[in-house]
């Protein structure tokens, strides 16, 4: 059994709730008690970490994750090298996860993006490997991705609002929003959001979409998530006057769905619909070609949707 020593005293207890309970007998409250008994620092700055809770307290080297990208750009080469493998191995571990995280959920978790992995390890998969796992997408985009593609799309009745493709027709779907028709089928869906849909689906919603998500994977097809807007402009919109914590919650459950059917489904954050009608028929076209793409790092790195 694990056990829990007071620093103030030496007593031990044997769960970390009695361990919180216990402190405050000292006069400390849990995060006064954190600080000082476990003083972490800023790797960039020097500043103290500000303490929110034990988990974020302990997972935490930067108050920004833009001084992270900072320390690793002008930091001993070899130092960074160890750090950023670390800080992902910990992820996993933390996790449980079976591969490594994607770019948006590198992004999310204030962790270095696939861009530092590149520099340092050659590629984001190659550092990944030297934790003994695989990304969950390991692909580099096609040369057939900037192709054109005018393949009619099935366009679901429920849809509320629908996208316009020049070459479409509504028809009710298993799961789902667009897919292809015919022998032009690739066993892939699209099922579209507003930054609106996507907080009340991964949130109260969850469990519904998983079982759909469920029924896709039965039948051997792939499910792409396309929200409407960037994750920092839903971050941005979203306030003030609402809680983030059901905005965190939204997204804790997309980066749960996208490991829970790993090879099954991605999703994809475009700026607007119009982005959405140019991405949406190269991801139905070419399928399997794509479905082991990051396309957010593609997106977002390498500009394959045009400016932002």
């Not at 960039?44 to 307290?57: E, M, R, S």
């Not at 959920?105 to 984001?124: M, N, V, W």
């Not at 929003?177 to 869906?189: A, E, P, R, V």
């Not at 971050?235 to 980066?255: E, H, I, Q």
Request: glycine fraction near 4%; proline fraction near 3%.
């Amino acid at each position: 059994m694990m056990s829990y020593k007071c620093k103030e005293c030496g007593e031990e207890f044997d769960s970390e709730k009695a361990l919180h309970a216990h402190i405050k007998k000292h006069g400390f409250y849990v995060a006064d008690y954190y600080v000082q008994h476990y003083p972490r620092y800023n790797k960039l700055t020097g500043a103290p970490i500000q303490f929110k809770n034990k988990d974020q307290y302990f997972n935490t080297d930067f108050a920004r994750r833009s001084q992270m990208k900072e320390w690793c750009k002008t930091s001993d080469q070899d130092e960074v090298k160890q750090y950023i493998l670390k800080v992902l191995a910990e992820r996993v571990i933390r996790k449980k996860w079976e591969h490594t995280p994607s770019y948006v959920e590198l992004y999310k978790a204030k962790l270095p993006d696939i861009s530092i992995y590149k520099k340092h390890f050659g590629s984001y998969t190659k550092a990944s490997q030297e934790i003994g796992l695989e990304p969950l997408f390991n692909q580099h985009l096609t040369k057939k991705f900037f192709d054109d593609y005018n393949e009619k799309i099935f366009i679901d009745t429920r849809e509320q609002q629908p996208l316009y493709f020049k070459n479409s027709e509504s028809l009710k779907l298993a799961f789902g929003d667009y897919t292809l028709s015919g022998d032009k089928f690739t066993n892939t869906f699209v099922d579209r959001k507003s930054a609106t849909d996507f907080i009340g689906t991964f949130g109260n919603g969850f469990k519904r979409f998983q079982r759909e998500m469920q029924r896709c994977v039965e039948v051997d097809c792939y499910m792409y998530i396309v929200v409407e807007k960037s994750i920092k402009a839903i971050y941005k919109d979203y306030f003030p006057g609402k809680r983030l914590s059901t905005l965190n919650w939204a997204f804790s459950n997309m980066v749960k769905l996208q490991h829970q059917f790993a090879g099954n489904c991605q999703f994809i954050f475009t700026e607007n619909r119009t982005q959405s009608e140019i991405i949406i028929p190269k991801l139905l076209a070419l399928g399997k070609e794509l479905w082991e793409t990051d396309m957010q790092y593609y997106i977002e790195e390498e500009n394959v949707l045009g400016d932002r």
